[in-house]
């Protein structure tokens, strides 16, 4: 079975500051990666996602990510922050062959003035 | 391109009553389409996934007899909440997939807001 674990439940980081949003997969087969940002009251909207090939995704809005195996995570950056990213981001894994997304719990990004 | 409608995007109903929610693929054939059921500052929690023509298929722990899945056609998918009552006020998503490409992604609608009083 595959678990995702976001380890940080609020993340309040100031304007135009780095932030990392960090996620743990545990899974014993292959699986794909994704982010997902998600504003009030709106549905999910993806972010990044990785599939194979190169460790570090880029995706919208300056987010990346990089899968390390290894550690089994799949941690979410960007290098500067705006108040326009304020959200709740979820982690998301998928086993390969299979359709089923899981989620984690999620983040809350709060950008402060 | 990719786009996912729910209606309506809120509803409020009284105990005992049924309840139906859209999920349209607008601009793609989702051959399969999920439904998820998200509580306040909680995580998505998938209901069941439905293909065109077929039965749903539900989680454990989620009623069929309750949470009625229809995927009449490859653009439009129906969850309704039979005798609903205030414990299932949610936040219901819904997220459609195509297999015309291999992108492995979900598109979802922005989400129905249910409240039962």
């Known amino acids: 079975a595959q678990s995702v674990t976001q380890l940080d439940s609020q993340v309040p980081v100031f304007e135009e500051a780095p932030v990392e949003l960090r996620c743990n997969y545990s899974s014993s087969v292959s699986v794909y990666l994704f982010w997902y940002v998600q504003y009030p009251n709106q549905g999910l909207q993806l972010l990044l996602k990785y599939l194979s090939g190169s460790t570090l995704v880029k995706g919208i809005n300056g987010f990346e990510a990089e899968f390390n195996k290894s550690q089994t995570s799949f941690h979410l950056r960007k290098p500067s922050v705006h108040i326009s990213d304020t959200a709740e981001y979820f982690c998301?894994?998928?086993?390969?062959?299979?359709?089923?997304?899981?989620f984690g719990t999620g983040t809350r990004l709060t950008v402060i003035p | 391109g990719a786009v996912v409608s729910q209606h309506p995007s809120w509803v409020i109903c009284k105990s005992g009553t049924s309840v139906k929610i859209e999920c349209r693929s607008l601009?793609?054939?989702?051959?399969?389409m999920f439904w998820y059921r998200q509580f306040p500052k909680q995580s998505l929690m998938l209901m069941a996934t439905?293909?065109?023509?077929?039965?749903?298929?539900?989680e454990q722990g989620v009623e069929k007899d309750k949470f009625l899945i229809n995927h009449a056609s490859l653009t439009l998918s129906t969850l309704t909440v039979t005798s609903a009552h205030p414990e299932d006020s949610s936040f219901y998503i819904c997220?459609?997939?195509?297999?015309?490409?291999?992108?492995?992604?979900?598109?979802f609608g922005p989400g129905t807001r249910l409240t039962v009083t």
């Open positions: 601009d793609f054939q989702a051959t399969t």
């Open positions: 997220s459609a997939e195509t297999r015309s490409t291999v992108s492995y992604e979900q598109y």
């Open positions: 439905s293909n065109e023509g077929s039965k749903a298929t539900y």
């Open positions: 998301a894994v998928r086993k390969t062959g299979a359709n089923n997304l899981f």
